[in-house]
Nanobody, 125 residues
């Protein structure tokens, strides 16, 4: 399984940005796809997750209402649409994947076996 994250950049507060995670190497039908982020000096934290098959989605409270996770099954891509960005959203964003992950454990980064390389998002005030 390979994950390739892209779409990061430098934006101003209030702007929008869309991240993509291109997945390959599996059918992913049983996978949960997640986005995590890590700011300098902080631990990696959960942002959002989506079940590849079905409509389950989940968000961290800090991004709920501003971020939207979606999937494009034809392109094997998961996207994270980020609106109304805030300086505190500045971090390296990682996509992750795990097969058969129990939904109650999606917020733990240790549950994911596969990780993309990370993409930097910087939000200036």
């Amino acid at each position: 399984v390979q994950l390739q994250a892209s779409g990061g950049g430098l934006v101003q507060a209030g702007d929008s940005l869309s991240l993509s995670c291109a997945a390959s190497g599996s059918s992913f039908s049983s996978y949960v796809m997640g986005w995590f982020r890590q700011a300098p000096g902080k631990e990696r934290e959960f942002v959002a997750a989506i079940r590849w098959s079905g409509g389950n989605r989940a968000y961290a409270d800090s991004v709920k209402g501003r971020f939207t996770i979606s999937k494009d099954m034809a392109k094997s891509t998961v996207r994270l649409q980020m609106n109304d960005l805030k300086p505190e959203d500045t971090a390296v964003y990682y996509c992750a994947a795990e097969a058969g992950l129990i939904w109650g454990r999606i917020r733990s980064d240790t549950e994911y076996a596969y990780w993309g390389q990370g993409t930097q998002v910087t939000v200036s005030s």
